[in-house]
DNA sequence: AGGCGCTTGTGAAGGCGTGCACAAATCGCG
DNA sequence: CGCGATTTGTGCACGCCTTCACAAGCGCCT
């Protein structure tokens, strides 16, 4: 089993933070358990037993256990976990004490909204610059920020660490904003274009299809209509959408 | 293919044959496909051979023709898959030609923006009511659409079926908006609310959380960060797991 | 017609993730 | 101090998904 970081709070500077690699699986639910932990803390809560967070993030107890035994023995038997430590050991491992740059790129419908998502703010990330093609976007002001031309990105890279890219504009520009945000040394992007980009082997993307999302939602609209329309329509199955 | 069902001869529309049951998995995938498929269409091919299709989906050309092997056998071997063909059918399955009906609720940042936004449209469903509480925000014309009160859903969905509900509340109402959508007849959600909803089971929820995919990709940051930062020496993953 | 090259469709193997069931550990109380 | 109630941590089995590798099928060229 894993050791306790004895180093104390924060602080892998010095000592290596003998990072566990996590199933991938396990690293996507994380960030639900913390959603759940925090609204646990706001509501006065010092410990919580599997059964309760694992209801509160809409998951089975036995796999959030496993989950939270991948990063190490943070509960105790009989009790529960320690929601305050939980959430420290949570966020450390999720890098969310780094408080990262965020930059978005397409000032269009989308990065409008998501320029001034307030859940961005909350979970420890900063948008700290908005970026577009059109000069006539140039300028626009949002949220309190002004949009800058996408020929400053090398700019403000400079001052500044972007630590994740957000990629909002039509898909035939996508590849090459997400070209140029490598080329700054971004390594990690969110792409809401609905298009596949190639980006070198230690850039991480991660993609939101809207549409894709709601054509699923459409097959098993499709599916449930023809099964109903079946005789001896069986409906028996509960659905578990997951990621 | 020795997968079809043959036993109940009850045909729905025209021909088609009973329902296959897809691996979950396969049908995340399916809009991917339809998507490469409407893009190699546009450029004038005819066909597009599994490699080829794969690349341009993004994934590996095995995995897309054990997909495509699952909806039945739309290609000819030596040659490859007829577009056309395949894109009526991957359409058919699922259920992109009933051009179904969306609703928003929540005229915030997002819900704004989902409102406008030009993917849906494109893909075959049509946005056709925004909802909010607020009444200020009722009467405003978004995108040619007039925000309504949330107390008219029950009245728009008697004129129209909607076949999926858009939640982009904050998370203090969705459960209340998501009540209100199956009351009236909604069977399919997508939530882009941060919590858990609770529907009965015949109800599907897909959810769609902006911050959780920026806390992936923080993780990822922080794992490669604390990699490069090892002096290129030991890398043992391997855990000293005794006995 | 026959052979050759190309591509699909699929059996089989391996890996990953999930959920069960239970041993180990901790607390509270008599 | 010991015992029972409670809850974590985990070994194990099962099922889904991915990937490989190859036989079967198709068109084209000679």
Tied chains: 1, 2.
């Excluded at 010095?14 to 690699?21: E, H």
């Excluded at 190490?72 to 050991?89: M, N």
């Excluded at 000069?135 to 626009?140: C, N, S």
């Excluded at 609905?194 to 939101?208: G, Y």
């Amino acid at each position: 089993m894993s050791q306790h970081r004895h180093g104390s709070t924060s602080g892998e500077a010095g000592g290596v933070p003998a990072f566990p690699d996590l199933p991938e699986a396990t690293i996507a639910r994380l960030p639900e358990y913390l959603r759940a932990l925090h609204h646990l803390a706001e509501a006065g809560a010092e410990t919580v037993s599997s059964e309760g967070l694992a209801a509160a993030a809409g998951v089975n107890s036995a796999k959030l256990r496993k989950d939270l035994s991948h990063l190490g023995s943070y509960g105790t038997r009989g009790v529960g976990y320690d929601i305050a430590l939980l959430v420290d050991q949570v966020e450390y491992i999720l890098g969310l004490d780094k408080n990262r740059a965020v930059c978005v790129v397409g000032v269009g419908n989308l990065g409008h909204a998501l320029a001034g998502y307030a859940g961005f703010a909350s979970r420890g990330f900063r948008v700290v610059a908005l970026f577009d093609a059109d000069r006539k976007k140039v300028g626009e002001v949002i949220n309190g920020m002004a949009v800058r031309h996408i020929d400053d990105l090398a700019r403000v890279a400079a001052e500044e660490t972007l630590a994740i890219g957000v990629i909002a504009t039509p898909p035939t520009s996508a590849q090459a904003v997400a070209d140029l945000l490598v080329a700054v040394g971004v390594t990690s992007i969110l792409n809401f274009a609905p298009c596949v980009l190639s980006v070198p082997p230690n850039v991480d993307v991660r993609k939101v299809d809207l549409a894709i999302e709601l054509q699923i939602l459409s097959f098993h609209e499709h599916r449930k209509a023809s099964l109903t329309a079946l005789p001896g329509g069986r409906h028996d199955d509960q659905e578990a959408v997951g990621s």
